[in-house]
């Protein structure tokens, strides 16, 4: 029988789809306040993908950070419904302007949150649920058939290559300070 472990921390990052360069700045540097330094930040993506974000206008941006500090897999509902209270208060006369969504990546996969049911999602707790959205094998991320087609993209895909290695660096450095000791 196997013995119940727990899990490494993981490296959590965002991906936000805007049209406002400033409420993006904003909304980064609370969560930078919340989370720790971002280690790395993609390029500005065109984001066409969908309608579901027509509210939010035409001319749509994305863009993904990844934050230095890593997290306990079970924080991930308390950063969801912190997002979302971030995009409400950004929001205007109603309508939200920025989509914040944020998920984590370990090294054989990378999740995302989210607010709704689906059947390949799985609830975690407080209304949120979690989706996993790539996995690493042989060298690479392969989508499932529900990934969205916009995290199947090149571009995509290098931000959570950067960001795995990244990661593997600050678990390796944890392993050294752990044997240190």
Same mark, same amino acid.
């Given at each position: 029988?196997?013995?119940?472990?727990?899990?490494?921390?993981?490296?959590?990052?965002?991906?936000?789809?805007?049209?406002?360069?400033?409420?993006?700045?904003?909304?980064?540097?609370?969560? +930078?306040?919340?989370?720790?330094?971002?280690?790395?930040? *993609?390029?500005?993506?065109?984001?066409?993908?969908?309608?579901?974000?027509?509210?939010?206008? =035409?001319?749509?941006?994305?863009?993904?950070?990844?934050?230095?500090?890593?997290?306990?897999?079970?924080?991930?509902?308390?950063?969801?419904?912190?997002?979302? *209270?971030?995009?409400?208060?950004?929001?205007?006369?109603? $309508? +939200?302007?920025?989509? $914040?969504?944020?998920?984590?990546?370990?090294?054989?996969?990378?999740?995302?949150? *989210?607010?709704?049911?689906?059947?390949? /999602? $799985?609830?975690?707790?407080?209304?949120?649920?979690?989706?996993?959205?790539? +996995?690493?094998?042989?060298? /690479?991320?392969?989508?499932?058939?529900?990934?969205?087609?916009?995290?199947?993209?090149?571009?995509?895909?290098?931000?959570? /290559? $950067?960001? /795995?290695?990244?990661?593997?660096?600050?678990?390796?450095?944890? =392993?050294?300070?752990?044997?240190?000791?």
């Amino acid at each position: 029988m196997a013995e119940p472990l727990q899990p490494v921390k993981v490296k959590l990052f965002s991906g936000f789809i805007y049209s406002d360069i400033k409420v993006l700045n904003d909304c980064v540097n609370i969560l +930078r306040d919340a989370y720790g330094q971002a280690d790395f930040i *993609s390029d500005e993506f065109s984001f066409a993908h969908t309608d579901y974000y027509s509210e939010m206008g =035409n001319s749509l941006l994305k863009r993904f950070i990844s934050f230095e500090q890593l997290v306990k897999r079970e924080d991930l509902p308390a950063v969801k419904l912190f997002t979302n *209270s971030l995009e409400n208060r950004f929001s205007e006369n109603g $309508i +939200r302007i920025i989509n $914040i969504d944020p998920g984590y990546l370990t090294m054989s996969n990378v999740f995302l949150a *989210s607010c709704k049911d689906y059947y390949h /999602r $799985i609830y975690i707790s407080d209304g949120v649920y979690m989706e996993n959205e790539l +996995r690493f094998t042989q060298g /690479r991320y392969i989508p499932f058939e529900w990934t969205y087609p916009d995290y199947q993209k090149e571009e995509y895909l290098n931000f959570f /290559r $950067i960001t /795995r290695n990244k990661y593997s660096d600050q678990l390796k450095l944890e =392993n050294k300070k752990k044997d240190a000791v």
